[in-house]
């Protein structure tokens, strides 16, 4: 049956009728995405400027012994050359704001540029500022180093191995019982989540299932590079633009790692190019800042594809565990799961995230989960998407599967039998508030493709697979101010960069809360000196947090207009009532545009604002189907149909909210199928391209047909749920259960790639 | 026309958009380059500066390029168009609008290429398959649609198209 996604499916569990939200506008900075006239971070040249390039390490592991820098400053052209000798010496500091705050600074400054070592390839060694790009490039090479080269440790397990060579010769492992180990090692740190009685649990059980997961690094592979331009004012102002999912995360940032004060940086978010999670952090603003303070010149800087692959922050590799024991009638008694991840070349992983997410659609009375973020000689990993909720529930939703066939239980009654709900246990977090697993797995019971025969075809080896996800989501702090024009319309000023389409769904908020339509209202990203405390574009925050800041700022305003028009119309505030944007009392009514004129008459412009730290998130699952095509003779999977079933709490703003589940989706197919970092034994990283790094097309997928359901969000007053993360939680396994269906063989590796299929498929015939 | 001169760059006339232009290039500059930070058209991006992505596809002399992967003075006596020609002063070109009604954009960095690429595929294919669409669309990458809502504008375009034809 075909289903036009261009208008997917919606399953409403509420009775709520709204007159913006769920509506399908334009969205407001369309037009200049689609004429090339929107500015990107690269896109802008400012005058006198000159250009930033890094050197970076060829080994995964040296020790600096010198750095010579005379021959690449004498070049014609070449203007200034940094080392981390530039930075000011961070001490014990720890990191501010952002998403990961209270890490030492020490480990971030040494990532901008080496401190006496290289902890992996491609780890910035210098920066040059020359008069043009091919200038910086040939200044590189005449940059003198001397390594020496040290055993590089590339995988978690092997990291964690006693006689492993040490990376951070001064990092002892914080427990997690809050002691600190005595010995250094490469385990930054363990923690542990349990819940119940775990032993008593599994001695309940029919059945245990105990199976261990390996990963691959993988990219969040962002179209646009990374890129800064920086200009450091002789009075110490510094102006940056950046591409960035937080403008006022790089101005903390920039604060602690150049030990400058906050009020003289002043952050620009320009059009970001993609993030997902690995434009949560400095990488070149630091080191254009400095270029442009030395050079006294702005300095534009921009990253090539082989930089951001070796560089930035792709997401961990690594290591899970997960034990189920379940009764004969498909009860879920206890959960185990030991997860350990890469931190990269300095501590701080996802592993954390992981840890809550891997049992969080069941109601497990008896859990126990342990975590370890371990640093290898790799780039410093970051978030990508739900961070480290897809390896942990890779794992998880291919031990249910494999329950399921087991015990001869269809795999939708397992999870309805076994689903959280609200009131249940949550591993380290409150019970669930109103959440909405049950609708979504109902709703893919319910789906055109569960409810479609696979179509067998003589000689294919085809099957279909199904897995739940979940994703926490985050609150945070936002802002928004909002001007009241003469004609009604509102400028919008909000601090969260914009990666898809959130512009509208925070301008629809507003609009549907003052009254107006969502054309009035003109939103607008702001920099970090005209609207008030924003943090990044993550944890699917926006539209949530950004959102109800909207929502508030509108109520404001709307008071603001019911108190001018109380003392224009001689009445009490609370006799004039405000009912579809138009204010009544005493038989006189008017518009908001007619209440703008009014009030401008009286020298009153009403300005609404507010700035927010919600904290009732709400949680967002996701249920998916995959039907794949297995060539037995390649290994390749091919996808055939998929179907994305997610609880969106209210869809503000659905196209963008199915936007975001079929990117999610196809991300996450490349994540199962494709995509993976490959190093030699060095710690050479092998696949620095795009052609390398191969990222689905056009041609590897198929449409992805979307359901949305709407289970509101009590925490918010419009019921939003955060929709970007799930969306890439569940296709790993999904696809995996789905070639266990094909084939009977279990996949226990991420990336399923052809070659790994392949041998799996030897191995079991 | 390219002409050496004495600073070791060369000058080159080429047609942009229909119009003439003339610039000043290092051999060494490729076409992206140029027109990103001589010519100030910033619409075609640098996704990977290696013909992977297609985020700075242009069209020179009627065939879809990489202009990442051709060298400035290529462009001489050439006739080039860019994302900055798409539309006219009457508005939007049918894919511009598509893109906008059907939500086949994300971030938007994409996009331009997207854009230039299907109106190469449309001109030369006015009623493509959806397959014919993904095996043309397959030289540039979205990371952020899935590229469903891409499809889907590009048939919605090519349907319009023709209904004015």
Redesign the interface.
């Known amino acids: 049956m075909a289903v036009d996604?261009?208008v997917g499916q919606t399953i409403k569990h509420h009775d709520e009728e709204y007159k913006v939200i769920g509506t399908?506008p334009?969205?407001h900075?369309?037009?200049e995405?689609?004429?090339?006239?929107?500015?990107?971070g690269?896109?802008i040249?400012l005058p006198g400027q000159l250009h930033g390039k890094v050197l970076r390490s060829p080994h995964a592991h040296a020790r600096i012994v010198s750095i010579d820098t005379s021959r690449a400053e004498a070049l014609d052209g070449v203007r200034a050359v940094i080392t981390s000798a530039a930075f000011p010496d961070p001490g014990d500091k720890l990191t501010g704001g952002g998403e990961a705050p209270g890490l030492p600074l020490k480990f971030k400054s040494a990532n901008m540029l080496a401190r006496g070592k290289v902890h992996y390839h491609g780890h910035a060694i210098a920066a040059v500022a020359a008069a043009n790009p091919?200038v910086a490039a040939e200044a590189l090479k005449l940059i003198d180093v001397e390594y020496e080269v040290l055993d590089p440790v590339l995988e978690v397990w092997d990291a964690m191995k006693s006689d492993a060579p040490v990376i951070i010769e001064d990092l002892y492992t914080a427990r997690a019982d809050g002691t600190t180990a005595e010995e250094p090692s490469n385990v930054a740190a363990e923690m542990l989540y349990e819940v119940g009685d775990v032993d008593a649990g599994f001695a309940e059980a029919d059945l245990v299932v105990d199976r261990e997961f390996t990963f691959g690094v993988v990219h969040?592979?962002?179209?646009?590079?990374h890129n800064a331009t920086a200009h450091w004012l002789k009075d110490g102002h510094l102006h940056v633009w950046c591409s960035s999912q937080g403008a006022f995360t790089i101005r903390q940032e920039l604060a602690d790692l150049l030990d400058h004060p906050i009020t003289k940086i002043h952050v620009v978010p320009m059009?970001?190019?993609?993030?997902?999670g690995g434009k949560t952090t400095a990488y070149l603003e630091p080191l254009a800042a400095l270029l442009s303070r030395q050079t006294g010149h702005p300095i534009k800087m921009?990253m090539?594809?082989a930089d951001v692959l070796k560089a930035t922050g792709p997401t961990p590799g690594g290591y899970v565990r997960v034990k189920l024991g379940v009764t004969n009638d498909g009860m879920i008694t206890a959960g185990y799961a030991n997860l350990a991840f890469d931190a990269g070349g300095y501590p701080g992983s996802v592993v954390g995230a992981g840890c809550r997410c891997v049992f969080a659609p069941y109601n497990m009375p008896n859990a126990k989960v342990e975590g370890f973020d371990v640093v290898v000689n790799k780039p410093k990993t970051h978030a990508y998407r739900a961070p480290g909720a897809t390896h942990a529930e890779f794992a998880s939703e291919t031990v249910v599967d494999e329950i399921c066939r087991t015990l001869d239980i269809d795999p939708v009654e397992f999870r309805l039998k076994n689903s959280a709900k609200e009131g249940d246990w949550q591993l380290a977090m409150p019970p669930y508030p109103r959440i909405g697993h049950i609708e979504c797995m109902e709703a893919a019971r319910d789906s055109a493709q569960w409810q479609t025969p696979l179509e067998t075809a003589p000689g294919k080896k085809r099957g279909r697979g199904i897995a739940s996800g979940f994703w926490f989501n985050i609150g945070f702090t936002s802002s928004v101010t909002a001007k009241l024009n003469s004609d009604g319309s509102v400028t919008l000023l909000e601090g969260s960069t914009d990666?898809?389409?959130t512009r509208t769904s925070i301008a629809m908020q507003f609009a549907e809360t003052l009254g107006i339509s969502v054309e009035d209202v003109d939103p607008i990203v702001a920099d970090t000196d005209s609207v008030g405390q924003t943090d990044v574009t993550g944890g699917s925050r926006v539209t949530f947090a950004t959102g109800l800041a909207a929502h508030n700022a509108a109520n404001d305003m709307k008071d603001q207009i019911v108190e001018g028009l109380a003392d224009l119309w001689d009445v009490a505030a609370d006799s004039i009532s405000h009912a579809d944007g138009t204010f009544s009392a005493n038989g006189k009514s008017a518009t908001v545009g007619e209440a703008a004129g009014l009030l401008e008459e009286e020298g009153v412009f009403p300005i609404g604002k507010n700035t927010v730290t919600p904290t009732r998130e709400g949680g967002a699952f996701a249920v998916h189907i995959a039907d794949v095509e297995v060539d037995e003779e390649t290994g390749k999977v091919e996808v055939l149909r998929y179907t994305a079933v997610q609880d969106a709490g209210v869809a503000i703003y659905p196209?963008?909210v199915?936007?975001?589940m079929?990117?999610?989706?196809?991300?996450g197919v490349g994540w199962a199928l494709n995509e993976e970092y490959v190093y030699d034994d060095d710690g050479h990283l092998l696949n620095a391209?795009?052609?390398d790094y191969r990222?689905?097309?056009?041609?590897?997928?198929p449409?992805?047909e979307t359901i949305i359901v709407e289970v509101p969000n009590p925490g918010h007053p419009y019921g939003v749920r955060g929709v970007g993360e799930v969306p890439i939680v569940p296709p790993p396994a999904a696809m995996a259960n789905a070639i266990h269906d094909a084939t009977g063989v279990r996949m226990s590796h991420l990336p399923m790639s052809p070659a790994r299929v392949q041998a799996a498929l030897a191995a079991e015939a | 026309m390219a002409t050496e001169i004495q600073s070791g760059k060369v000058h080159v006339q080429t047609t942009i958009n229909g119009e003439s232009v003339d610039f000043l290039a290092e051999p060494r500059e490729s076409l992206l380059e140029v027109l990103r930070d001589n010519l100030g058209l910033t619409g075609a991006k640098e996704g990977c500066n290696n013909g992977n992505c297609g985020a700075c596809n242009v069209v020179m002399d009627g065939v879809l390029v990489n202009s990442c992967c051709v060298l400035s003075v290529e462009a001489a006596g050439a006739s080039i168009e860019t994302i900055e020609g798409v539309a006219s002063p009457e508005g939007l070109h049918p894919l511009q609008q598509s893109f906008l009604e059907n939500a086949a954009l994300q971030c938007g960095v994409c996009t331009p290429g997207f854009i230039v690429a299907a109106k190469a595929l449309l001109e030369e294919n006015p009623d493509p398959t959806e397959y014919e669409v993904r095996w043309w669309l397959a030289g540039n990458l979205c990371r952020c649609t899935g590229y469903d809502k891409i499809v889907r504008a590009v048939l919605d375009a090519a349907e319009r198209m023709r209904a004015e034809a």
């Open positions: 996604t261009r399908r334009i969205r900075d369309g037009l995405k689609v004429t090339g006239e929107a500015r990107y690269s896109d040249n091919h969040q592979g962002y179209i646009e590079t059009e970001i190019g993609g993030g997902f921009a090539d594809r990666i898809g389409g196209p963008y199915e936007g975001q079929q990117g999610g989706v196809v991300q391209s795009l052609l990222m689905p097309t056009a041609l590897d997928v449409n992805i």
